[in-house]
């Protein structure tokens, strides 16, 4: 073993063996390279005020070497802010910017130790290396059975876990917390679990209320008092579109310092939060009580990063950070959250108008961009094909009876003919 890595989990075992036991084959082995292309560059960068012979980016005229048809569109950056590589962790201006928003956003973090976040490219990156760390084959990835498809490919195919599923909602269409708990305690002869919670929820659009929150906590808990090493990964890719009366903070917060045995991780970004889908921006943020377990965690995370894609795009983030430094930013997303929740609003009037009879009943939502119809008498994907194929009309079919509709992306003038036109198409396949 490269002795960079060694030296990273001797660190991990004497401050927190715990999380140490937690990591991966891989984990164990990744290190960040600190004599390399990379370190020597950065060290030429602070010290070479004459010629710096070091990394491969050209210069001309004492700036990066750009095409002018390029820069033309983007003439109001810097050469120096959107061609350069950016750092394997992220602009640091940016992982500060976004670790300032995420305490004004998740008040319970006030006096949490939690890590700088480390920039991805987006949500899936930060999942990917949360898989790379911690995943062996046969571990257990405990996800409820309403869920986002590419936790399969993440977690299951790339890294051979086993995917364990719970029921969502309980029977009184609440989040299933006892279900969560039996799902983490099954796994306590193999004294580890890798949790991810998703809320806003993927394809639901639920997320729990205040006391949910608390019993998911407990459920963590109760499961790491019983001796479960619990990788605690909140993705809060939809973070801060809460409509109604569910929690308003991700329980990254909460899960920080909840007990030796349980490792929080928040995965999140721009793409959804700040509408900026094809930036390709993203966070991966840990927390421990230990300065050291963030430190050598966030070595790991880099080595992964250098071992896969060196670098994010330096442009986007350039553009997401000079966003969040804008005195408009706020004001502008708040008109945005305003136009969601309305969406929101609407499709939630429409369904509850009692215009659509028995053919269909919907699961709980309150938060995010999709909710979920759930079909009676007809299978999702016959309705599904139908509205695509009379109605040029796009919905999700997910598994036998639920049919996903992202009302973000239809205007709210449209969800009216949108929601009448899928019950046209039902009530023909039944008829």
């Known amino acids: 073993m490269n002795p960079l890595a060694q030296q990273l989990n001797e660190t991990l075992a004497t401050e927190c ?3 140490y036991d937690m990591l991966s084959a891989l984990g164990k082995a990744i290190y960040f390279p600190k004599e390399g292309i990379l370190s020597q560059s950065a060290e030429a960068k602070a010290k070479a005020k004459k010629f710096n012979a070091t990394i491969g980016i050209a210069i001309e005229n004492g700036q990066p070497m750009h095409l002018k048809v390029i820069q033309d569109t983007l003439s109001s950056y810097d050469p120096k802010d959107i061609y350069e590589y950016a750092p394997p962790a992220g602009k640091p201006e940016l992982r500060a910017a976004w670790r300032t928003k995420m305490i004004k956003e998740n008040p319970s973090l006030e006096g949490k130790n939690f890590s700088n976040p480390v920039a991805t490219n987006a949500l899936t990156h930060g999942l990917s290396i949360v898989a790379d760390l911690f995943a062996d084959v ?5 996800i409820p059975n309403k869920n986002w498809e590419n936790y399969e490919l993440t977690f299951g195919i790339r890294r051979g876990a086993q995917i364990v599923e719970y029921p969502l909602y309980n029977e009184d269409n609440r989040f299933n917390s006892a279900g969560l708990r039996e799902a983490l305690l099954s796994q306590k002869d193999k004294g580890k679990a890798i949790v991810v919670l998703n809320f806003p929820n993927n394809p639901t659009g639920y997320s729990p209320d205040p006391q949910e929150g608390d019993e998911i906590v407990a459920a963590i808990h109760d499961a790491a008092e019983a001796g479960v090493n619990v990788v605690a990964v909140t993705d809060d890719a939809y973070f801060g579109l809460f409509f109604e009366d569910s929690m308003h903070e991700s329980l990254f917060g909460k899960l920080a310092d ?3 045995r349980v490792l929080a991780i928040k995965v999140d970004g721009a793409t959804k939060e700040e509408y900026v889908w094809g930036f390709r921006v993203g966070f991966i943020t840990f927390a421990s009580t230990s300065d050291k377990v963030l430190a050598a965690l966030e070595q790991k995370t880099m080595g992964i990063i250098r071992a896969t894609i060196s670098s994010g795009p330096h442009p986007s983030q350039t553009f997401v950070l000079r966003a969040l430094q804008s005195p408009e930013f706020d004001e502008q997303k ?9 969406r929101a609003n609407k499709v939630k009037s429409l369904l509850d108008s009692g215009r659509y009879g ?3 009943s919907y699961y709980p939502f309150n938060s995010g961009y999709f909710m979920c119809l759930k079909l009676n008498g007809v299978s999702a994907e016959a309705v599904r094909t139908r509205l695509l194929d009379e109605y040029g009309i796009g919905t999700i079919a997910l598994g036998e009876t639920d049919l996903r509709v992202a ?3 239809i205007e709210e003038p449209n969800l009216e003919e949108l929601f009448d036109t899928i019950y046209k198409a039902v009530t023909e396949l039944i008829g």
């Open 334 to 342: 708040a008109e945005k959250y305003d136009v969601m929740k309305q």
């Open 138 to 142: 046969g571990d257990a990835v405990i």
């Open 358 to 360: 028995e053919v269909w």
């Open 258 to 260: 909840l007990h030796p």
């Open 407 to 409: 009302f973000s992306c």
């Open 17 to 19: 063996p715990n999380v």
